[in-house]
């Protein structure tokens, strides 16, 4: 019978405490990589003071990762706060006032996706959906 390289390497291992194995698979060394890499972004993440809506959203990268979203221009302009919200042309002075149609504030992307009364019926039907595959958004804690 002929013995293949597995079953003498391992022979060989019982016979001999002393090897020392240093090398690793190349998917370990991706992974420890890629795991080295994830947390330098979420340092880097955590210490900027830009995207602040979009950290409200996304306070974690390894959790972000996870998930598969559809991007599309809408999704993005709001995550980002660059949406065709109130807050945001009053901003740049296209229009005089910031308030939401509602009176409970300003039109901001938080005030749109958690407050709004008027979008009250459109957030239900939003929250239906996204809980059948996953968490409604929570907001980040301040």
Not at 81 to 91: D, P
Not at 96 to 108: I, V
Not at 109 to 132: F, G, M, P, Q
Request: proline content about 4%; charged content about 30%.
């Amino acid at each position: 019978m002929e013995m293949n390289f597995g079953d003498s390497l391992a022979k060989e291992t019982a016979r001999n405490s002393d090897i020392c194995y240093n090398r690793f698979p190349k998917s370990e060394i991706e992974r420890q990589e890629r795991e080295k890499i994830i947390e330098k972004w979420q340092k880097q993440w955590d210490n900027s003071t830009k995207g602040l809506v979009t950290k409200e959203f996304f306070p974690n990268i390894k959790d972000r990762l996870k998930m598969k979203i559809n991007l599309t221009p809408n999704f993005t302009a709001m995550i980002t706060a660059h949406g065709t919200t109130r807050s945001y042309l009053h901003r740049f002075k296209i229009i005089e006032s910031p308030e939401c149609p509602c009176a409970n504030g300003n039109q901001t992307v938080c005030h749109v996706t958690y407050d709004c009364n008027k979008l009250n019926n459109e957030r239900d039907k939003l929250i239906a959906h996204i809980s059948k595959e996953d968490n409604w958004p929570i907001r980040k804690v301040s």
